[in-house]
């Protein structure tokens, strides 16, 4: 049998994770954090047991690399808002949209995962949150050049952007709170960007 280049087995290796990754949360999602197993994960994938462990050491590792996954789709929609062109308002309320409603399909997940791992998981992120601020605060920066906002201090208002969006969901889970994204959304675009929009 002819040999996988250096190249195609990367690719294959990329492949496995991401449905191994998939299958899994939608094992959580269906079953919670304890209610399945690696041979239930296998079976599902119709895999070999030990094909797993050639991926991950162990089951909070896969689930770890599960939930990187999971946010790294939402990343590449907030890369899609900042590279869209639009104005710094719109860019705003396009990212907190993209989060909102990844929250919202994803509700089971978070439910479950957050006071397990995603505390954990989170000070592994702050790398990319840094980036996101640094991001969102040069788009701020372009709607106070354009006159869409007044002058404010860039990082802080995306620092406060940023932490409004996560404690809105982080509410939605601990007091059980069903606001519905467009809900949410409306409410981010009146406390904190029409706060620093030019009257």
């Known amino acids: 049998m002819p040999r996988l280049t250096d190249k195609a087995k990367k690719l294959l290796d990329q492949t496995m994770k991401k449905e191994i990754g998939a299958e899994t949360l939608r094992l959580v999602a269906e079953k919670g954090l304890d209610g399945w197993t690696m041979n239930d994960l296998a079976k599902n994938l119709d895999i070999a047991k030990g094909t797993l462990y050639n ?38 309320l396009g ?23 995603a505390l954990k998981h989170f000070k592994k992120r702050k790398c990319k949150r840094k980036k996101m601020v640094l991001r969102l605060s040069e788009e701020i920066s372009k709607g106070i050049e354009m006159g869409i906002f007044r002058p404010v201090v860039p990082d802080a208002v995306s ?36 706060g620093i929009r030019s009257k």
Do not use: C, W
């Open 95 to 117: 990212i907190a949209s993209v989060m909102f409603n990844h929250f919202h399909a994803h509700r089971k997940i978070h439910d479950l995962l957050f006071p397990n791992l």
């Open 159 to 194: 620092e406060v952007f940023l932490g409004a969006i996560r404690e809105f969901n982080i509410s939605n889970i601990e007091q059980q709170i069903s606001r519905t994204p467009e809900e949410q959304l409306q409410l981010i675009s009146n406390i904190v960007i029409d």
């Open 55 to 92: 991926y991950f050491s162990n089951k909070e590792s896969l689930l770890e690399s599960a939930l990187e996954q999971h946010f790294m789709e939402m990343e590449q929609k907030i890369r899609e808002q900042f590279n869209s062109g639009k104005a710094p308002d719109e860019v705003m």
